[in-house]
């Protein structure tokens, strides 16, 4: 079993940056690909970026790349988002989401999810 606790979020204004913190329990962390996933009013959940189990891989969506980079420390069972040039359009709660593999994240099969934590971008 795997419980994952996502911190991090805030109010903040366009330009500024926030690192979200995943932080999980679980003997087994270190062996699953970790994604975060943001979902604003109105729209479905769909994944930012994602991690495999060494962190030797990463993907990004258009939107996220080159502003936003996902890490992890599997010593301390952690994985970040560092955001940075945060746009209102980044509005949304960001969600962290364990699973076997980065394609099952990246299509939404996550295994193990969050609670979720609230990232707000005023113009």
């Known amino acids: 079993q795997v419980q994952l606790v996502e911190s991090g979020g805030g109010l903040v204004q366009t330009g500024d940056s926030l690192r979200l913190s995943c932080a999980a329990s679980?003997?087994?962390?270190?062996?699953?690909?970790v994604g975060w996933f943001h979902q604003a009013p109105g729209k479905e959940r769909e994944y930012v970026a994602v991690?495999?189990?060494?962190?030797?891989?990463?993907y990004y969506t258009d939107s996220a790349k080159g502003r936003f980079t996902i890490s992890r420390n599997n010593a301390r069972n952690t994985v970040y988002l560092q955001m940075n040039s945060l746009k209102p359009e980044d509005t949304a709660v960001y969600y962290c989401?364990?699973?076997?593999?980065?394609?099952?994240?990246?299509?939404?099969?996550?295994?193990?999810w969050g609670q979720g934590t609230q990232v707000t971008v005023s113009s």
């Open positions: 989401a364990a699973g076997s593999t980065i394609a099952a994240l990246t299509n939404g099969a996550g295994t193990y």
């Open positions: 679980g003997r087994t962390f270190s062996s699953y690909a």
């Open positions: 991690i495999n189990w060494s962190g030797t891989t990463t």
